[in-house]
């Protein structure tokens, strides 16, 4: 029996995650594509982008902020920061209102799908 990998498909609401998935609504409707080729290319994508991330960014970058909320749940840390700064490590200050940061183990097996 193959091992079965499952990804995060917290990708899927990137802009680049929700534009994949318009564009393959739209062949879905219109009959382009199954049903079946539909899920292959989403999944395939949540794998591809998951290991694209693990694998090659290594940017660095700080941040603080007032915490407002914070949750764990599936091994999915969620945090809500207000009048959060984000300094990367080339000494670049961004500074927001309003920020929602998710954070998931990259070593979680079977994760959760939703």
């Known amino acids: 029996m193959a091992n079965k990998q499952n990804y995060y498909e917290l990708y899927r609401k990137s802009t680049i ?7 393959l609504e739209e062949l879905l409707i219109n009959q382009y594509i199954s049903n079946s080729l539909y899920q292959k290319i989403l999944t395939q994508f949540d794998k591809t982008i998951n290991e694209a991330l ?3 960014v290594k940017a ?3 941040f603080k902020g007032n915490l407002h909320t914070y949750r764990f749940c599936d091994s999915v840390w ?3 920061l207000e009048n959060a700064q984000f300094k ?4 670049e200050i961004v500074r927001v209102d309003r920020v929602k940061i998710v954070a998931c183990d990259a070593n979680v097996q079977d994760a959760p799908t939703k």
Request: hydrophobic residues 25%.
């Open 78 to 80: 969620t945090f809500i």
């Open 17 to 23: 995650g929700e534009a994949l998935t318009d564009t």
């Open 60 to 62: 660095k970058t700080t």
């Open 54 to 56: 693990s694998n090659t």
């Open 88 to 91: 990367t490590e080339a000494n």
